[in-house]
């Protein structure tokens, strides 16, 4: 009898050990493979909506529209990676293509550079606040978002300030044997963004913060200048995005980038990479551009008020917030 019953609560070990260890994979699983099923179910469901959304003039659209959100995404995947955040990415934007506007009638093609260097020095005074100033980076940037978007209405008086130098123009938004320039150029700094996050001592230190800051500066990682850095990145990429933006409407207005933020941030969590930091890689990154992109696009060609798809939006960023986070890596929940 005594045999008996070992061997019957033997068997039944055998039928729940393993059901336990199917189920924690699937979950990670679906933790995981989020952004892609849900891009390929995006995809279906508007196909299934309209024929015209897998056309391949859509598509090109889509990419086109794409690529101003790609490109300040990839400066934000390093800031939420590290714990942190940023929401004056539309204000930067806008100064940024303001300053494009204006020096580009004399500087040609060349006035990449002030707009890059204004929107990195925009992103170094965030990170100061944060970094010396010890300014949490939500109350930072949102101040320096006010401030951002007030110098824009200031210089230019609610008016748009055109650009038309043709080799402005030609550089970021002309086509070069049917491929348009800016999606060159987002792909281009979206390698760079991945070498720098996979290959080196930058890229680990913003993932370790993320992981444990405490620990980090015990390990001898200098956070102070990591966190500068991070923000510099994202400033200057917000530079390069808000001179493609300005080529593309070929003029600097001050309501450009206003709400980009939401769709930047949504993009990166989207992605899969975690508010609460220490994860994320740049290619869900792309993914969650995508996502958004293709959101905005579907939910215009099936006709859907305007109004809503924020509603929509914001509903899709809590679901992919509640699917993706670890919740084995968070103790309390603020």
């Not at 393993?18 to 995006?42: M, S």
């Amino acid at each position: 009898m005594m045999m008996n019953k070992i061997s019957t609560v033997t068997d039944l070990d055998r039928k729940v050990i393993p059901a336990e260890r199917w189920n924690i994979p699937r979950i990670e699983l679906l933790r995981r493979g989020f952004p892609l099923i849900f891009l390929v179910v995006l995809v279906a469901v508007f196909t299934a909506m309209s024929r015209r959304f897998l056309s391949l003039d859509n598509l090109s659209t889509v990419l086109e529209q794409g690529t101003v959100l790609l490109v300040a995404a990839l400066g934000m995947t390093f800031i939420i990676m590290a714990g942190s955040i940023d929401i004056s990415v539309g204000a930067i934007v806008a100064v940024s293509a303001l300053v494009a506007a204006v020096t580009s009638n004399t500087l040609g093609a060349w006035a990449i550079i002030p707009a890059i260097a204004v929107g990195a020095m925009c992103g170094c005074l965030n990170g100061l606040l944060l970094a010396v100033g010890k300014v949490p980076s939500f109350i930072a940037t949102m101040g320096t978002m006010v401030v951002y978007r007030g110098l824009v209405l200031y210089f230019t008086r609610g008016a748009p300030v055109s650009i038309e130098n043709d080799g402005f123009l030609d550089a970021y938004s002309g086509i070069s044997y049917g491929i348009p320039h800016e999606v060159v150029i987002g792909l281009a700094l979206a390698a760079v963004a991945w070498c720098i996050i996979n290959y080196t001592v930058f890229g680990r230190e913003v993932r370790a913060i993320g992981g444990g800051e405490r620990v980090s500066i015990l390990t001898g990682i200098p956070v102070r200048r990591v966190k500068i850095l991070m923000y510099v990145l994202l400033g200057a990429l917000c530079g390069m995005a808000g001179l493609l933006q300005g080529a593309r409407t070929m003029a600097a207005t001050s309501q450009l980038g206003l709400g980009l933020e939401l769709d930047v941030i949504a993009a990166v969590v989207v992605g899969g990479t975690p508010l609460t930091g220490g994860l994320g890689s740049i290619m869900n990154t792309m993914l969650g551009v995508l996502i958004i992109t293709l959101l905005s696009s579907g939910m215009n060609m099936g006709g859907v008020d305007p109004y809503f798809q924020n509603i929509i939006k914001g509903f899709v960023l809590v679901t992919a917030v509640f699917i993706t986070i670890d919740r084995k890596k968070i103790g309390i929940i603020k």
